[in-house]
């Protein structure tokens, strides 16, 4: 699964140059925001993806945990396991790609995260 070619990495929604076509859509839907990552690689594909979704319930934004099953096995790595053990309830999605940012993981969104 972890290929050597391959990199931890992420992109946040919000921060990519096409987010306000799919605000009104991501609305529609019940979402405010959304973090995908993963394994990706230089040319382009993903392994493992998985993705933090902030979902609009009650007029608050939730964040919720996807893991889609090719990275089940992702999920017993040390690197990601030390991931899920820093996840708190009241992340926001600029915290939650921080954290990812500590933990190894590259911001590949159009316009990365400015450390705060």
Not at 39 to 56: H, L, N, Q, V
Request: with cysteine; net charge negative.
């Amino acid at each position: 699964m972890e290929n050597t070619k391959g990199f931890y990495g992420f992109t946040c929604m919000s921060r990519q140059n096409y987010f306000q076509n799919l605000t009104q859509i991501n609305i529609d839907m019940g979402e405010a925001d959304r973090v995908i990552f993963g394994i990706f690689y230089p040319d382009g594909g993903c392994d493992a993806e998985m993705s933090m979704t902030w979902r609009i319930l009650n007029d608050e934004e939730v964040p919720r945990f996807e893991v889609f099953s090719d990275a089940f096995e992702l999920l017993k790595k040390e690197k990601v396991s030390r991931l899920i053990d820093d996840l708190t309830e009241d992340m926001t999605p600029d915290s939650f790609s921080q954290l990812l940012i500590t933990h190894g993981f590259k911001d590949m969104s159009d316009n990365p995260l400015v450390d705060k």
